[in-house]
């Protein structure tokens, strides 16, 4: 299991790193603030890691597409984004 995926299950069940998480949006820079919570909270997260997984599930989801596909959709694999809405609620 992936660190973004620990860190989902982890900010689901815990109201405290949930809250944490989502204030990191609040910071001038907002990727690199919740790489930095992440890390303290015990999910090594860098920069880079969050662009591979991106890209990592941007070509998946091409590769996934009959035939192929021409190119990604708008908002496809973006886990940064994704991270929010699962556990927006």
């Not at 603030?33 to 998946?60: H, I, Q, W």
Request: aromatic share 8%.
């Amino acid at each position: 299991m992936d660190i973004m995926t620990k860190l989902t299950i982890a900010a689901r069940k815990s109201p405290e790193i949930r809250e944490v998480m989502l204030k990191t949006r609040e910071e001038a820079d907002p990727a690199a603030a919740f790489c930095k919570k992440a890390t303290e909270l015990g999910f090594p997260l860098t920069l880079g890691d969050l662009l591979s997984a991106e890209d990592t599930t941007r070509g998946n989801l091409l590769k996934s597409c009959n035939g192929g596909a021409d190119g990604p959709l708008d908002g496809w694999g973006d886990v940064y984004e994704e991270f929010f809405a699962a556990i927006k609620y």
